[in-house]
């Protein structure tokens, strides 16, 4: 076991195939008609008319707005549909995020493809923030995300993982996991979109494609923070009313093109860091 396990310390060979998904555009189109009712071809008939038209047009445009970006309050099918799974982009679902948490982490997840996608996410954010160095937050997550018995089985071997003295000093910690004085140590992930590549009644695989922060920010770093670009695919099962992790693969990338951008000083990034929280995703 080692922490190509965890969200972030991948090692590509561990990938699975399969495609990232299609980068889904959302249009309006409205109606075909004949010439343009804002100043285009003449058009004969009465101004009455002519005004109808345009509030005809107005309204169905306001409409088509309502429809599209309304809360549908209604259980989802849960991804059953395959071929909508795989050229669904990730939006909005119009559904709220859940009220509830466990260890701190967000819980009781809808038992729905959109649920299981927010789960994935929220757990993912989770296994790959700096609360995964200390032991007891550490086992609290891990209770927490995955299914008890794979709980019970990966707890050692984190613990094992994480508490290389080796490792913590690779990466510029102490062997107790703290950051030397002055300096911040950063571990975050940032997640860009999901998609559900699978899914049965009680169980999903779930692509979530990031992009993670680490290192440690200050005077004299020598592991200054870096971005890193994953896709983490998940699996999951329906345990106990909530979706809960059983296994997962990662590998690199996408990478997007970096652009010619100035590095931010020690301090930016550590008041970036400490000011900025993170979120409850959902989908």
Same mark, same amino acid.
């Given at each position: ?26 249009? &309006? ?8 009712? %804002?100043?285009?071809?003449? $058009?004969?008939?009465?101004?009455? $008319? ?8 107005? @309204?169905? *445009? ?21 071929? =909508?799974? /795989?050229?669904?982009?990730? +939006? ?5 995020? @859940?009220?509830? =948490? ?17 789960? #994935?996410?929220? %757990?993912?954010?989770? *296994? ?18 995955? @299914?008890?018995?794979? #709980? ?23 062997? &107790? ?17 999901? =998609?559900? &590549? ?14 993670? *922060? ?19 695919? %998940?699996?999951? =099962? ?12 990662? /590998? ?10 100035? +590095? ?6 550590? /008041? ?8 409850? %995703? #959902?989908?």
């Amino acid at each position: 076991m080692s922490l190509g396990d965890e969200p972030g310390y991948g090692d590509a060979s561990r990938g699975e195939d399969g495609g990232y998904g299609g980068s889904g555009q959302t249009r &309006t189109r409205l109606p075909d008609r004949p010439g343009d009712v %804002y100043g285009g071809a003449r $058009r004969r008939g009465s101004s009455s $008319r002519s005004l109808i038209t345009v509030v005809g047009v107005v @309204v169905l *445009l306001i409409a088509a707005i309502a429809f599209a970006n309304r809360g549908d309050d209604s259980p989802s099918s849960g991804g059953e549909d395959g071929d =909508k799974a /795989k050229t669904s982009p990730t +939006a909005a679902s119009g559904d709220h995020p @859940v009220d509830s =948490k466990v260890a701190g982490i967000p819980s009781g997840f809808p038992h729905t493809g959109e649920g299981a996608q927010s789960a #994935a996410t929220n %757990y993912a954010v989770a *296994l790959g923030s700096t609360d995964m160095f200390d032991t007891e937050q550490r086992h609290a997550i891990v209770d927490a995300v995955y @299914v008890p018995d794979v #709980a019970a089985a990966r707890q050692p071997d984190l613990d094992a993982a994480y508490s290389s003295e080796k490792f913590l000093t690779n990466i510029g910690l102490d062997k &107790t996991g703290a950051a030397p004085t002055g300096q911040t140590f950063i571990s975050r992930i940032v997640p860009v979109g999901t =998609k559900l &590549t699978a899914s049965s009644t009680n169980s999903a695989k779930v692509e979530l494609w990031y992009t993670s *922060l680490f290192g440690l920010s200050g005077e004299g770093s020598t592991n200054p923070v870096s971005e890193s670009w994953y896709t983490t695919t %998940y699996q999951l =099962k329906w345990v106990n009313g909530d979706w809960k992790v059983t296994d997962f693969t990662q /590998k690199d990338g996408p990478v997007p093109v970096g652009r010619d951008q100035k +590095a931010s000083t020690a301090d930016d990034m550590t /008041k970036a860091v400490e000011e900025y929280g993170g979120f409850t %995703y #959902a989908r």
